[in-house]
């Protein structure tokens, strides 16, 4: 039997802000300035004037062994790549070579991009990214200098195993291997936040891998509520590491430090950052960790592996193609937006976690917005649209009597204790949903003091002028949307006398709240091994793994969905750094029990 011939290499499929395309000879300038660099001269000694490149350019696109490109980051070129089929180049002589395999060349341009993990990232999504573009093929594969330790490192982080040494007549060469299934100890869905804090936990200790698959297209944190002038709700002091290790590099006041703002920030004296800097603080730490990060990499299916003894493993794949195999799986989704019943959601009505993104959209000033809601969110999205638009009426529309305020008391915030999960862990069911019940205030449907009495003041100043813009309908709800002449119409129902009216609107914000995600959704068939509780929530032991059937040894963790058994502060910031903690440890425990055994076994 005969098979077809591969054609030429494909150009890999890259998340944003990646993008890549082939090059023309009229890009050789570019190519011969950076291969003039001695970063670059060094390792691929071919500081070749523009015309010489010009050539090799020209009979590269000719021919069908490789295709040579420019890579850029977020509109930047940043690096020359050479995608090679292997079955054409004298690297298949060295190794079984699959007919499909493909290989990569690359050269970071300047200077300044190296040591900043963008070249394990820029790989990691590159041999994703060829992997999705071309299905049959198995393997990617790299051949850097064995002398270029910088290069194989970041190979290394971008998920290649080593598998050997290759001589050449020009040099000794590390072969490295990238399978289209990777392999980790660690794999967390998610990386927001509570994830973000478990791989600076992790990476104080020893003995793991961990990668982590985010759907988004980089790290960002509410991105369409980061507003102007608002705070977080937690100390600085509440970040990613401090509360559990004060003296970490990746604490809020090191962030601070390196970014020559410490003085600044004491003079400010204040607890609470605005949520802009707090984001970019997170964006920080989250650029450290970039290497184990696939971005743009949107979790379709977890599937599990069953071996001699069970479900020893997970495979988790993702909507490029991507696979990955671990012993330990860790999910961290976040929270999913909430619509009214009977609301839909369209170009003119959407969730507040929209907001920004929806009104960089609007191209006339409103005359009238509708926000729905009585909690933080909506508060400040009223705040904001009306300050945004001086000229528009904003009404609010909620069932309470007026917006309440969060309990932020000393007292009060001891629920958010790491020793308070200790306690509520331990208590009886009936005691649980006391503890709930009583400091729902702390969290839910209510509002900071301050801004409560910022849109009090603001709405009683335009009482005394006359002009009011601010129109607060409480004891109220939205029964009903539809579309208008020039936006929607929201038909508002008064919950003490049953009368209806009519809202003209140009768009409708609800801030009415998020769910939890479906843990048993994503975990897919995983799900049947895991044990539940007579409500069908999952059982979940204190170090946050869920309970499984005893034939699976592979260990799944939940950070966020726990309030059940772990309290009012399982999906907030409060306890992310304590909780990252007692998960990393319990995650690396439980490694070294399995390499004891296996020793045992082995012996």
């Not at 910088?150 to 000794?172: D, I, L, M, Y």
């Not at 959601?345 to 993104?357: G, K, T």
Request: one cysteine or more; a negative charge.
């Amino acid at each position: 039997m005969t098979y077809p011939e591969p054609g030429g290499p494909p150009l890999p499929v890259l998340p944003p802000p990646w993008t890549v395309r082939p090059l023309s000879p009229d890009d050789a300038g570019l190519v011969a300035d950076w291969m003039s660099k001695p970063h670059v001269a060094t390792a691929w000694d071919q500081a070749w004037s523009r015309e010489r490149w010009a050539e090799e350019i020209a009979r590269q696109v000719a021919g069908d062994h490789s295709v040579p490109c420019v890579a850029s980051y977020d509109g930047r070129p940043l690096a020359y790549l050479e995608i090679y089929r292997v079955v054409r180049d004298r690297l298949a002589a060295h190794y079984p070579a699959g007919r499909f395999d493909l290989g990569v060349h690359v050269a970071i341009g300047e200077p300044h991009d190296i040591g900043r993990g963008l070249g394990s990232a820029l790989l990691r999504a590159v041999a994703d990214g060829l992997l999705a573009a071309e299905p049959e093929c198995s393997q990617v594969v790299a051949e850097p200098n064995v002398v270029n330790v910088a290069s194989q490192r970041a190979f290394r982080n971008a998920g290649f195993q080593h598998a050997g040494e290759v001589v050449f007549p020009h040099k000794k060469a590390a072969l490295l291997i990238r399978s289209r299934v990777d392999v980790a100890d660690v794999v967390g869905i998610g990386f927001g936040p509570a994830n973000l804090a478990l791989a600076v936990a992790l990476a104080e200790r020893d003995g793991v891998t961990a990668r982590f698959l985010e759907r988004q297209d980089g790290f960002c944190w509410h991105r369409d509520m980061l507003l102007d002038g608002a705070t977080v709700q937690v100390s600085f002091l509440k970040d990613l590491v401090t509360m559990r290790n004060p003296t970490s590099e990746f604490g809020f006041l090191s962030y601070l430090a390196a970014k020559d703002r410490l003085v600044e920030f004491i003079n400010h004296k204040t607890l609470f950052p605005s949520r802009v800097e707090f984001n970019d603080y997170m964006s920080w730490v989250a650029g450290c960790f970039s290497e184990q990060v696939s971005y743009g990499s949107e979790v379709v299916s977890v599937r599990p592996i069953v071996g001699g003894a069970g479900v020893d493993e997970v495979e988790v794949v993702t909507s490029l193609g991507g696979r990955v195999r671990c012993r330990d799986l860790v999910l961290a989704t976040g929270l999913r937006p909430v619509l009214p019943s009977g609301v839909e959601p369209s170009d003119r009505v959407w969730h507040s976690d929209e907001l920004l993104s929806r009104l960089e959209k609007v191209d006339t000033d409103p005359r009238r917005v509708v926000v729905l809601g009585a909690g933080q969110s909506a508060a400040e999205v009223v705040e904001y649209v009306h300050r945004r638009y001086p000229h528009a009426e904003v009404c609010a529309v909620f069932g309470r009597y007026g917006y309440s305020p969060a309990d932020d008391s000393p007292f009060a915030n001891r629920v958010f204790d790491p020793a308070a999960v200790d306690t509520f862990y331990g208590a009886p069911d009936a005691v649980k949903e006391r503890v709930l019940a009583y400091h729902r205030n702390t969290n839910y449907s209510v509002v900071d003091l301050e801004l409560i009495q910022e849109l009090y003041r603001r709405g009683y100043q335009e009482l005394v002028t006359g002009e009011q813009r601010l129109r607060v309908l409480n004891l109220s709800t939205v029964d009903q949307v539809r579309s208008g002449p020039d936006g929607v119409v929201a038909d508002v129902v008064s919950l003490a006398t049953g009368e209806r009216s009519s809202l003209e609107a140009d768009f409708l914000v609800c801030a009415t709240g998020y769910r939890e995600a479906d843990v048993f959704s994503l975990l897919g068939e995983l799900g049947e091994y895991c044990v539940r509780d007579e409500l069908g929530r999952p059982v979940v032991g204190r170090d946050y793994r869920v309970r499984t059937v005893p034939e699976v040894s592979c260990r799944i963790y939940l950070q966020g969905p726990t309030e059940h058994s772990h309290g009012i502060s399982s999906g907030l910031l409060s306890t992310v750094a304590v909780r990252a903690g007692e998960i990393a440890r319990s995650i690396v425990d439980g490694a070294r029990s399995r390499d004891r055994e296996a020793l045992v076994v082995r012996s």
